[in-house]
């Protein structure tokens, strides 16, 4: 271990990947119409091909689904009507 990453342990300032957040943030990116690499760009990757493994589109089909279901569900439980307040999301430019 260096020196400097030993001295930043010791104040717990030790840097931390979080994959997590980096899926979360390239498969929002490809949601909202960013190409894989401008994506590549923002996460730091060199290639497409690390990039490619952490985008996940989502399936517009699948939600619409699962909100049909859902929704008759609630209901269902007496939680009555979900709300239907709409989100908008910024498009890619």
């Known amino acids: 271990m260096s020196p400097s990453r030993a ?3 010791k104040r ?4 931390r990947k979080n994959p997590s957040l980096r899926h979360s943030f390239a498969s929002l990116a ?6 894989e690499p401008t994506i590549a760009a923002l996460v730091g990757h060199k ?5 490619s493994r952490y985008v ?3 399936d517009a089909v699948l ?11 609630a209901e269902l ?13 910024r498009a890619a430019r």
Not at 12 to 15: D, N, Q, Y
Not at 63 to 73: N, R
């Open 7 to 9: 001295r930043a342990r």
């Open 30 to 35: 490809a949601d909202l119409g960013y190409s």
């Open 47 to 51: 290639g497409q091909a690390i990039t």
């Open 12 to 15: 717990g300032r030790e840097k």
């Open 63 to 73: 939600l619409a689904a699962a909100d049909a279901v859902a929704d008759p569900t």
């Open 56 to 58: 996940h589109s989502t």
């Open 77 to 89: 439980m007496g939680e009555g009507k979900p709300s239907t307040d709409v989100v908008l999301l």
